[in-house]
Structures are given as C-alpha cells and as structure tokens.
C-alpha cells in the first residue's frame, strides 16, 4: 500500500527496556521526519533526515537515536526508556521543495507507554 | 525564530452553528501558514495552506481561514460544523525559501467537539 506506515501502533513497556519504532514510506520522499505528541505541548520535533544516512537533531532529540540506512525507513530507537518519554510518536515525510510550501504527510502515530 | 499560539485548548460547539479556531503566529521571516486536522486515533492531515496571492484560502471539508499578516494571524472558520468535524486542529507555520530543511514549528492544537 502506498503511503506512510509507522508499527507497532501500540507499546507497552517498562523503564530501562529498548523500543524501537519503525517507519516505512512509499513515496521516496527525501525528507522524514520523527515528532512526539503531549498534552499542552503539541507536536515537537524529535530527529529528522533530509536523506539517506543524513540526520540531525530536533527540538527534543535527548534519549533518542535514529538511522536512516534506506530512504524508505527512518526507526526511531529509545535505548532506555523513561516513563518521560510515555507519548504518542508521529512519523512524517515530504520531498525535497524547490519552491511552494513543505507539506508533511503523517503516518497514523505509534503510542508509546513506558511503566 | 518562529512561533505559534492557538489561543483556545477547546472549542465546544453546536451542531450547525459556526466556529472560529483562532491561531496568532511571530516570525522574523516570511512563512507559509498551515492548518492541519488529527481525527481520533489518526495522524495528522492537510487541511489547507497559505503560500501567497488572496488572504482567503479555502480547504476541504468546508473549512477557510484568512490570512491577516498586520495582525499576524491565521484563523481557521466553518460557517456550519458537522458532528464528524469533532477532531483536534493544529496551526502550522513554516519560513519561505527553496531547498535544504524547512522547519515547521506546529501550535498546540485545538480540539473541537461538536455537540448533537
């Protein structure tokens, strides 16, 4: 199916384990990019890639690793996880812009909940 | 630096009456403007976008918003709601230019329940 697909869209687990959340596109979109979702915050930025193995740093990226090997994958990995970082994940893509507005396109978000 | 305000955490309404989310942004530079729509369990999607050209801009489901650039605002309107418009609603705002990474600095959100 074409389009954005994150998994799992639900995780439970505990302080301290790994988690990694996947992120799949469809469209060979250059740039992806991961958020976060909390009440009274909105969406803040966590990493984004403008490109195959290029990556940088977002707003929030402290506790988070990510990787971007093919250009239609971009995981988001917690490599301890803190019950500060219980959430709701959004992956986003969009082309490269000459001109005109960066739209996103989002994937369906992944809840994270950390014990 | 830019930034985003939606004023309203939640906006109640009745069924077929109006509704004006409203959304005041600051930027150093020229921006687009964006609304975007999360309905329950979903991400986010398009709803409409301002680049240039009329002040008015018209999206889907029948919603529009103007763009007001003395009062730096960008507030979204429907002159009739329908239940299935119950969802939260994000302002967005991005800096103009062409290439290389584009940050999109996103409001709160409001969230919209329409009541029957």
């Known amino acids: 199916d074409a389009g954005i697909t994150q998994s799992p869209r639900y995780k439970i687990t505990e302080t301290g384990r790994q988690v990694t959340l996947m992120c799949h596109q469809t469209w060979s979109h250059s740039y992806m990019f991961w958020y976060r979702q909390d009440l009274g915050h909105g969406l803040r930025l966590i990493y984004y890639?403008?490109?195959?193995?290029?990556?940088d740093k977002g707003e929030v990226p402290d506790g988070y690793v990510v990787s971007r090997s093919k250009t239609e994958n971009f995981p988001l990995t917690l490599e301890s996880a803190t019950r500060s970082q219980t959430s709701v994940y959004f992956c986003?893509?969009?082309?490269?812009?000459?001109?005109?507005?960066?739209?996103?396109?989002f994937g369906a978000g992944s809840r994270l909940t950390v014990l | 630096a830019q930034s985003v305000t939606q004023l309203d955490s939640q906006v109640p309404v009745f069924e077929e009456a109006p509704v004006e989310l409203r959304c005041n942004y600051s930027s150093s530079v020229s921006v687009y403007l964006f609304w975007y729509v999360q309905y329950p369990n979903q991400g986010l999607q398009l709803l409409l976008k301002?680049?240039?050209?009329?002040?008015l801009v018209k999206g889907i489901n029948g919603f529009e918003a103007e763009f007001n650039k003395s009062q730096t605002s960008f507030h979204l309107r429907k002159p009739s709601v329908h239940i299935s418009d119950t969802a939260e609603y994000f302002c967005?705002?991005?800096?103009?230019?062409?290439?290389?990474?584009?940050?999109?600095?996103f409001g709160t959100g409001t969230k919209l329940q329409v009541i029957p």
């Open positions: 301002y680049l240039s050209g009329s002040t």
């Open positions: 890639s403008a490109a195959a193995d290029i990556t």
């Open positions: 986003a893509s969009r082309d490269r812009v000459y001109s005109g507005a960066n739209v996103l396109t």
């Open positions: 967005a705002v991005g800096p103009l230019g062409s290439g290389g990474y584009q940050k999109v600095t």
